[in-house]
Structures are given as structure tokens and as C-alpha cells.
């Protein structure tokens, strides 16, 4: 079987259903004639990915880039002003930053304080929704699986400013998602657990094939109840894997969190 320049198998060797399943308007939400062009008259409409650094997030973008009735344009990212980091995966900007840089996409970083109330976070994400409309944008990616409460939230909020929201994975067993990000070469390390759903000691721990048989009973294998959040350093669509360490674990607000930080000089060792 063919594989690209870095050893990784076709993302099609595994999803099988891609084309199938993100090409029509009756399966996921990516049919390219449901959503309007961009503003400025390509024939494809542009989207922004909603990035969370994480897996989910860049699964949803590899299978958006696959299917290819969409022209992602950029991610936009909410980052905790005072930390200086990704809000709750607790990721430092220079790396969020070098994530970007790897996949090729322009970063717009939506600045919220800490705490954030509610009202300042949607008026925040508000002017991000308009800068995205007066570029063309007319689509936005999110990685949700299963959370209608999630889902319900982001289509309301979006309704009023001709943006589409857009699901690629929406409703696949989360089993199977786990699976198949290890099998298209999707690296990942967990940023922050919640103690209260999954053992304080996975953080730090690299998204493997160890970690999912070592997972509780109960526990989402990609975390989707907020078990656990991830930060990727690798998969398809990077250019270069980013190299990092796992430093300093801490807990704080309720969570457990692991310090990522970038290592030049140390190579990347997760046993996929």
C-alpha cells in the first residue's frame, strides 16, 4: 500500500467512508451545494476550522480536506489571555502557533480572560464570526461527536451571521474515531484530565493504543464527555511533526494538566 513522504497510510486505507459519507446531504455535513460559495466567487466555499489544538479538531479538518467540497482558509482558536494558553487543553500559544504553522493555515486566536463570563466569550467569538464573513468565509468546522447540547449551541450562535456550521465526524462510533486516528498517523499527547471521569495519571500519557486498553469502563475513548483533552504534534496535513517534552504535571481548578513544551533537540517518542 502506498504511503506519503513520512511512512503514514492513505487517510482512504482506513475511513472508508469518506467520500461516501461526507459527500452527500443526506450523511454528514460537508454536501458543497448546501453551503453558499464565498463572498468573493470561488467556486468553493471557504470555512474556518474551530481548533482546539487537539485530535478531534484535526480529524475533522483532515476529513474536510478529503472530502473536498471545502476550502479551509484558517483556524480560529480561543486562548486564555491571562495563561497565555489554549483555553482548557492549557496548550502554550508558541506551540498552537507552530501547530499552524506545520498544517499551513493562517491562526486567528480569539484573546477571552480568565474568568471568562459568558456574555464577554460570545461577544469575543462574535467579532471573530465577523471578521470570518468579511473574508469570504461561509463555513465553520467543528470536531464535536456526539454532544447535541454542543452542537445546538454552536448553530444558534452561528445562525445570525450566514456561517455555516459543519460536523465531518458527527455521530461515528467514538470507538472506531479512536481507532482510526491512531491508523492515519495522528499523534496526540493528553494536556488535561478531569479526575472526577478518568484517572489523574493519563495526563501526559501519549494517545496510543496503550492508553485506549488502559481507559476505565465509561470513559469516552476520545474524551468527548471532557475526559480528557489532547494537544496533536503530528498527522496528516503537517508538514513536520512538532517535537516536544511533557514537563511539569500540575493540578489546578479541578483538572489535571500536563506542561507541553517544545524540545528541538528531543525527538518525539510515542509508540503508535
Known amino acids: 500500500m502506498a504511503r506519503d513522504s513520512v511512512g503514514r497510510k492513505p487517510f482512504s486505507a ?8 461526507l459527500g452527500g446531504p443526506d450523511d454528514y455535513d460537508l454536501p458543497g451545494r448546501a453551503i453558499n460559495s464565498s463572498a468573493d466567487g470561488d467556486q468553493s466555499p ?65 484573546e477571552l480572560p480568565w ?43 452561528l445562525a445570525g451571521f450566514g456561517i455555516t456550521p459543519l460536523f465531518p465526524l458527527w455521530l461515528r462510533p467514538t470507538n472506531e474515531v479512536a481507532r482510526d486516528l491512531l491508523h492515519v498517523g495522528m499523534r496526540a499527547v493528553l494536556t488535561c484530565v478531569d479526575p472526577a471521569q478518568a484517572p489523574a495519571g493519563f495526563a501526559g500519557r501519549w494517545y496510543d493504543e496503550a492508553l485506549l486498553r488502559d481507559l476505565p469502563p465509561g470513559v469516552d475513548p476520545c474524551g468527548e464527555n471532557g475526559e480528557f483533552h489532547t494537544f496533536v504534534v503530528d498527522g496528516p496535513g503537517f508538514s513536520h511533526p512538532l517535537e516536544v517534552n511533557v ?13 507541553v513544551v517544545p524540545s528541538p533537540e528531543v525527538a518525539i517518542t510515542s509508540p503508535l
Not at 482506513?14 to 459519507?21: E, K, N
Not at 484535526?58 to 489554549?86: E, F, K, P
Not at 514537563?247 to 506542561?259: L, N, P, Q, T, Y
Open 46 to 110: 471557504k470555512a474556518w476550522m474551530s481548533w482546539s489544538s487537539g485530535k478531534d479538531s484535526a480529524l475533522a479538518l483532515h476529513a474536510t480536506r478529503m472530502a473536498g467540497a471545502i476550502d479551509v482558509v484558517g483556524l480560529v482558536t480561543t486562548v486564555n489571555s491571562t495563561a497565555d494558553r489554549v483555553a482548557m487543553h492549557a496548550v502554550r500559544r508558541s506551540l498552537l502557533e507552530a501547530q499552524a504553522d506545520a498544517l499551513g493555515l493562517p491562526l486567528h486566536v480569539v
Open 115 to 157: 474568568p471568562c463570563p459568558n456574555d464577554v466569550y460570545e461577544e469575543r467569538m462574535a467579532t471573530a464570526c465577523v471578521a470570518a464573513k468579511d473574508a469570504g468565509v461561509s463555513a465553520m468546522i467543528f470536531g464535536d461527536l456526539f454532544l447535541e447540547d454542543i452542537r445546538s449551541y454552536r448553530e444558534r450562535s
Open 247 to 259: 514537563g511539569e504535571i500540575v493540578e489546578r481548578d479541578g483538572f489535571v494538566f500536563a506542561d
Open 14 to 21: 482506513h475511513y472508508g467512508w469518506t467520500v461516501r459519507h
